[in-house]
């Protein structure tokens, strides 16, 4: 999930850190992709109108 889509999705960063309850500065500081865990709870909480794209998120590799 991209950042510039969940930002646009809410229409301001303040938006969307009020609805992960997490701080403005943690959204802006978001990577893109934005984390993976962030992506799944915004996938529940919009009902599916933001989606995961598990491509966006490869598989990490075992140290073995």
Do not use: C
Request: no cysteine; aromatic share 8%; net charge positive.
């Amino acid at each position: 999930m991209r950042k510039s889509e969940v930002i646009a999705f809410y229409g301001h960063p303040t938006k969307v850190a009020e609805a992960l309850n997490i701080s403005r500065q943690a959204v802006l500081q978001w990577p893109d992709p934005i984390p993976e865990g962030a992506a799944y709870k915004l996938q529940v909480i919009t009902a599916g109108r933001l989606r995961v794209n598990p491509s966006d998120y490869p598989p990490k590799s075992r140290a073995g």
